[in-house]
C-alpha cells in the first residue's frame, strides 16, 4: 500500500510537473505567436514605407505636373501674344490700306477742287464773249477730266470689289490659321502627355523650371507687347477720330466753296483772269471757235445740266464710300468680337481640361489608395484568421493531450482496482496467511511507441504477484 501510494504520489508530481510543461510549452507557443505576429508587424511596416514612398513619388510627379501645367500655360501665353502680334501687323497692313485710300481721296478732292475752279472760270468767261472764247477749249478739258473721273471712279469700283474678294479670302485665311493653330494645339497637347510619361527626374524638373523661368521672361515680353497692342488701338481710335474730323471739315469746306461762289464774284473774275493767262496758248484756237458760239451757248446750257448732275454722282460716291468704310468698321468689328469669343472659349476649355487632368489624378490616387485600404484589410483579416487557427491549434493539441492523459489514468485506475480485487479473493479462500505482495514492472516501452507521461508508464506497467 505504501508502495502503491508512493507511486500515486509520483504520479501526481508527474502530473504537477507535466501541467507545468504544458504551461511552459503554452508560453513558448504564445512566445512563437507574438514573433509571427511581430514578423508581420515588420512586413506590414515595410509596405507602408513602400507605400510612403510610392506617395513620394507621386507627389514629385504631381509636382512637376504643376511645373508642366505652368509651362503650358506660359505657352499659351506666349501664343496668344503672337496671335496678337499677327493681328498687330493685319491692323498696321489695314492702316496702310486706309492711308492709301485716304491719299487717293485726296487727289480726288483735289481733282474735285480743280473741277469746281474750272467751273467758275467757265461761269466767269459766260459774262463776256471773250470768256465765251474760251470756254469751248474748257469746256473740254472738262470733259477729259470728267472722262478721267469716270475712269478713276470705275477704277476705284474694281478696287473696292477686289477689296472685298480679299476681305472674304482673308476670312478664309484666318479660319484656317484658327483650325492650324488648334491641330497645333492638339499636337502640343499629345506632346505634353508624353512628356508627363517621360517626366521622372528632378534634373528633368529643374530644367523645366528653368524653361518657365524664361516663358515668364517671354511672358513679360508678352505684356510689353499688349501694351503696344493698347496704344495701337488707341491711336487707332484717334485716327477714326481725326477721319471723323476730316469728314466735318469736309463738309465746313463745302459749304464755304457754295457760300464763296456766292458772296465773292470778284474774287472769283480775278480767278477767271489768271486762268486765262493760262490759257493763252490756246486763244488763237478760240479764235476760230467763234461761229460755234450759239452752239456753245446750248452745249453749256447742256453741261451745266450735266454739271449738277455730276455733283449729284459725286454726293453718291461719297455717301456710298462712307457706307462701305462703315460696314468694313463694322466688319472689322464683328471679327474683334468673335476673336475675343474665341480666346475666352480657348481660355475656358484650357481650364476645363486642366480641370480633368487633376481629377483624373486625384481619382487614380484615390483608386490606390483604396486599394491599399483593401489590402490592409485582407492582411488583418488574414492575421485574424492565422491567430483563430493557431488558437485552435492549440486547443487541439491541449485536448489531445487531456485525452491522453485521461486514458492513462482510466487505465491506471481498472487495473488498480482488478488488482485490489485479486488481492482480497485469495485471502478469503486459504483462510489466512500473509503473502508479501510486491509488484512488478513491464519492460519498458519502447521509444517512441507512444505519447504517454512517463509518470503514466510508471504505474500503468506495474503488474502484482503473490509471493
Not at 508642366?68 to 492702316?95: P, R, S
Not at 484650357?350 to 484589410?377: F, R, S, Y
Not at 500473509?434 to 510508471?458: H, I, N, V, W, Y
Request: glycine share 2%.
Amino acid at each position: 500500500m505504501e508502495d502503491a501510494n508512493v507511486e500515486l504520489k509520483q504520479t501526481e508530481d508527474a502530473n504537477v510537473e507535466l501541467k507545468h510543461t504544458d504551461e511552459a510549452n503554452v508560453e513558448l507557443k504564445e512566445t512563437e505567436d507574438a514573433n509571427v505576429e511581430l514578423k508581420q508587424t515588420e512586413d506590414a511596416n515595410v509596405e507602408l514605407k513602400q507605400t510612403e514612398d510610392a506617395n513620394i513619388e507621386l507627389k514629385q510627379t504631381e509636382d512637376a505636373n504643376v511645373e508642366l501645367k505652368q509651362m503650358e500655360e506660359a505657352n499659351v501665353e506666349l501664343k496668344q501674344t503672337e496671335d496678337a502680334n499677327v493681328e498687330l501687323k493685319q491692323t498696321e497692313d489695314a492702316n496702310k490700306e486706309l492711308k492709301q485710300t485716304e491719299d487717293a481721296n485726296v487727289e480726288l478732292k483735289q481733282m474735285e477742287d480743280a473741277n469746281v475752279e474750272l467751273k467758275q472760270t467757265e461761269d466767269a468767261n459766260v459774262e463776256t464773249l471773250k470768256q465765251t472764247e474760251f470756254v469751248y477749249v474748257e469746256l473740254k478739258q472738262t470733259e477729259d477730266a470728267n472722262v478721267e473721273l469716270k475712269q478713276t471712279e470705275d477704277a476705284n469700283v474694281e478696287l473696292k470689289h477686289t477689296e472685298e474678294a480679299n476681305v472674304e479670302l482673308k476670312q478664309t485665311e484666318d479660319a484656317n490659321v484658327e483650325l492650324k493653330q488648334m491641330e497645333d494645339a492638339n499636337v502640343e497637347l499629345k506632346q505634353t502627355e508624353d512628356a508627363n510619361v517621360e517626366l521622372k527626374h528632378t534634373d528633368e524638373a529643374n530644367v523645366e523650371l528653368k524653361e518657365t523661368e524664361d516663358a515668364n521672361v517671354e511672358l513679360k515680353q508678352t505684356e510689353d507687347a499688349n501694351v503696344e497692342l493698347k496704344q495701337t488701338e488707341d491711336a487707332n481710335i484717334e485716327l477714326k477720330q481725326t477721319e471723323d474730323a476730316n469728314v466735318e471739315l469736309k463738309q465746313m469746306e463745302e459749304a464755304n466753296v457754295e457760300l464763296k461762289q456766292t458772296e465773292d464774284a470778284n474774287v472769283e473774275l480775278k480767278q477767271t483772269e489768271d486762268a486765262n493767262k493760262e490759257l493763252k496758248q490756246t486763244e488763237d484756237a478760240n479764235v476760230e471757235l467763234k461761229q460755234m458760239e450759239d452752239a456753245n451757248v446750248e452745249l453749256k446750257q447742256t453741261e451745266d445740266a450735266n454739271v449738277e448732275l455730276k455733283q449729284t454722282e459725286d454726293a453718291n460716291v461719297e455717301l456710298k464710300q462712307t457706307e462701305d468704310a462703315n460696314v468694313e468698321l463694322k466688319q472689322m468689328e464683328d471679327a474683334n468680337v468673335e476673336l475675343k469669343h474665341t480666346d475666352e472659349a480657348n481660355v475656358e476649355l484650357k481650364q476645363t481640361e486642366d480641370a480633368n487632368v487633376e481629377l483624373k489624378q486625384t481619382e487614380d490616387a484615390n483608386v490606390e489608395l483604396k486599394q491599399t485600404e483593401d489590402a490592409n484589410v485582407e492582411l488583418k483579416q488574414t492575421e485574424d484568421a492565422n491567430v483563430e487557427l493557431k488558437q485552435t491549434e492549440d486547443a487541439n493539441v491541449e485536448l489531445k493531450h487531456t485525452d491522453e492523459a485521461n486514458v492513462e489514468l482510466n487505465k491506471w485506475r481498472r487495473l488498480m482496482s482488478s488488482n485490489w480485487e485479486g488481492l482480497r479473493a485469495p485471502e478469503e479462500e486459504k483462510g489466512g496467511g500473509e503473502k508479501e505482495l510486491k509488484p512488478q514492472r513491464r519492460p519498458a516501452a519502447r521509444r517512441g511507441a507512444a505519447k504517454t507521461p512517463d509518470a503514466f508508464q510508471s504505474t500503468a506497467g506495474i503488474q502484482w504477484h503473490w509471493h
